[in-house]
């Protein structure tokens, strides 16, 4: 018993030096942001920033009271520090099942949602505005202007609002 709980201590240490010595990527540029995101598993309010990392990834870091009280690597997988989900399954515990897997990435890099079914997307000089509607599943309403991205599903009770805030 002793030599499996020393055994456990010893593969926790490496596992610890191992990952604290990984180094993260260089942000290719960061911005200032007020962030609301509302669903009905989740509810935020704060400022934070986001970073453009290289491999078509971000991280959002949110910040409470002047702290880091949340931050997301959101690429192929979505990670809170050590934990990581599929981007889908992600999606599925905290949005919808019903929503493309990289609808986030696309949201935080302010682009187009690549994989929406029977979108609409109407180009203007400042931006975007996309919406997609299948009945039962999601009702969208996404715009994208220079300092904002604003989501809205009616059916599945979500907002994510992005403000650049400098």
Do not use: H, W
């Not at 309010?45 to 002047?66: K, M, W």
């Not at 929503?99 to 931006?127: C, H, K, M, Q, W």
């Amino acid at each position: 018993m002793k030599l499996m709980r020393a055994f456990a201590l010893i593969c926790l240490a490496i596992a610890a030096l191992f990952l604290g010595c990984v180094k993260r990527p260089e942000p290719l540029s960061s911005r200032a942001v007020a962030v609301i995101v509302k669903t009905p598993n989740l509810s935020v309010s704060q400022s934070g920033f986001v970073y453009e990392l290289p491999n078509d990834e971000y991280r959002l870091q949110i910040y409470a009271t002047g702290q880091a009280a949340l931050e997301l690597s959101v690429g192929e997988k979505i990670c809170k520090g050590a934990f990581c989900l599929s981007a889908a399954e992600f999606n599925k515990r905290y949005f919808s099942e019903n929503y493309p897997a990289n609808f986030l990435r696309d949201i935080l890099g302010g682009r187009t949602i690549a994989a929406l079914e029977n979108d609409v997307i109407a180009s203007g000089a400042n931006g975007f505005a996309q919406t997609a509607t299948i009945d039962g599943k999601y009702d969208i309403r996404y715009e994208s202007a220079r300092d904002v991205q604003r989501f809205k599903d009616a059916i599945n009770s979500v907002l994510i609002v992005i403000r650049r805030a400098d």
